[in-house]
C-alpha cells in the first residue's frame, strides 16, 4: 500500500489535471461499530459516512459535482442539464449545487414507482428553482435532450448519476481519502466495501483508486438497476475510458479493470426504486443498530447484500466497510406547498396517492 503522502500527492495531481471546485466537506469520517461487525461475523465493521458530505446535502454525488460542475464553469455555460426518475437524488443533488455556483439546472425526468419521498423532492425543486421537464421514456428523453443541447452554450450535459468519465475521478479521489485514513490509523484497510451500483460512477472510481492505492480490498456492487438502464458493456467500457483519461496523470497500476469488483443483483427485486422485503428489513436493522438512515432504492439494497453475507458466514476474520451513499441531511424545514393539479402528468403519476 502507498503512504498517506503519495496518495494525497495522486489526488493533487488528479484534482490539478482536471477542472475541479471544492464542493463535498471531505474527508469524510469513517466510523466504528461493533454491533454490526458482531452480527456480520466480521473481525470489524466500518461505515464510510458520505451521506453527510456536505453540509446541506449530502450523499454520493457530491465527490462527482466537484469536477463536472467545475468543467461546466470552465466552459463558460449557462446551466446543466442531467436526468434521473422524478425523484432522483442526483438531480437534487446537481440543482442544489449547481445553484450554489451560479449555474441554472435542468433535469429531465422519467416516471418512477410513487414513494413517499417523491413528493418532498419536488417541494425541494420548488424551491431551488430546478427545471424539470417531463419525459416519458427514452426517446422522448433523446429528443428533449438534442433540443436543449442545440442551444449553443447553454446547457452543460451530465449523465445519468453523474457516471461520466470526468465525473468517476470523484470516488478514485474518494479512494485516495480512504488510503490516507488507513495510513493515520483511522480504520484498517477493509478487506470488502459494499456500495449500491446504479450508473456505476461511484463503483468504477473506487476501483481504479483502490488500484491506485495498492490495498487488495474487493468491492461488493449491489446493482440497484436492470442491465436494460445501465448495461454491463457499458460499465466496462466507461472503466477503459477511466484508465485512459488518467494516463500520464497518475502512475496506473498493471491490473484488469473491475478484477477487485462483483456485480451482485439478487437484492434488485422487481426493479429500480421498488423495495424489497430484504431491503426494508436491511434499513431498520441498520437504523436500529448503528443510527445509520438509509433508502429502499440505493443503500437499503446494499445493505441488505452486506447482511446476507454476513449470516452466510463470508465475513470471518474480515474488516468490512459499508460505503453509505445517501444523503443523511435533513432538508429545510420550510418547504413550499406542491399543487398536484397543476404538474404534468408524468411528475403527478409518480407522486403516491393521498
Known amino acids: 500500500m502507498i503512504s498517506a503522502s503519495r496518495a494525497r500527492a495522486y489526488r493533487e495531481a488528479i ?205 461488493v456492487a449491489a446493482r440497484v438497476v436492470s442491465d436494460n438502464m445501465t448495461s454491463m458493456d457499458r460499465i466496462r467500457s466507461l472503466a477503459g475510458q477511466l484508465r485512459q483519461l488518467l494516463e500520464g496523470v497518475c502512475p496506473l497500476p498493471e491490473a484488469e479493470p473491475l478484477h477487485r469488483v462483483e456485480f451482485r443483483a439478487e437484492f434488485l427485486g422487481d426493479g429500480y426504486a421498488l423495495p424489497t422485503g430484504e431491503a426494508l428489513a436491511a434499513i431498520e436493522f441498520m437504523r436500529r443498530q448503528t443510527s445509520t438512515r438509509l433508502e429502499y432504492t440505493y443503500s437499503g439494497k446494499a445493505a441488505a447484500t452486506l447482511l446476507s453475507d454476513g449470516r452466510e458466514g463470508r465475513h470471518k476474520d474480515l474488516n468490512v466497510l459499508f460505503w453509505n451513499t445517501y444523503n443523511s441531511r435533513p432538508p429545510p424545514a420550510a418547504l413550499p406547498p406542491l399543487n398536484r393539479d397543476e404538474l404534468p402528468g408524468v411528475l403527478r403519476e409518480s407522486l403516491p396517492a393521498g
Open 15 to 219: 484534482r490539478q489535471g482536471f477542472p475541479w471546485r471544492a464542493i463535498a466537506d471531505t474527508p469524510t469520517p469513517v466510523d466504528r461499530h461493533d454491533s454490526l461487525a458482531e452480527e456480520l461475523g466480521a473481525r470489524s465493521a466500518w461505515i464510510k459516512r458520505d451521506d453527510i458530505s456536505g453540509a446541506k446535502h449530502g450523499g454520493n454525488k457530491l465527490r462527482k459535482l466537484e469536477f463536472l460542475l467545475a468543467d461546466a464553469l470552465a466552459g463558460d455555460y449557462r446551466g446543466v442539464l442531467t436526468y434521473g426518475a422524478v425523484g432522483s437524488n442526483h438531480i437534487l443533488s446537481t440543482s442544489h449545487y449547481a445553484r450554489s455556483l451560479g449555474l441554472e439546472c435542468c433535469g429531465i425526468v422519467r416516471p418512477q414507482p410513487p414513494t413517499p419521498y417523491v413528493e418532498e423532492t419536488l417541494r425541494y425543486h420548488l424551491l431551488l428553482g430546478t427545471r424539470l421537464v417531463p419525459a416519458a421514456d427514452a426517446e422522448s428523453t433523446a429528443r428533449v435532450r438534442e433540443r436543449m443541447l442545440a442551444e449553443e452554450g447553454a446547457w452543460y450535459d451530465i449523465p445519468l448519476g453523474g457516471s461520466s468519465v470526468l465525473g468517476c475521478l470523484g470516488y478514485v479521489c474518494g479512494a485516495l481519502e480512504l488510503a490516507e485514513q488507513v495510513k493515520s490509523g483511522e480504520c484498517p484497510a477493509p478487506d470488502l466495501i459494499y456500495l449500491p451500483c446504479g450508473s456505476s460512477g461511484s463503483t468504477l472510481g473506487l476501483d481504479l483508486g483502490l488500484s491506485l492505492c495498492g490495498l487488495p480490498t474487493r468491492i
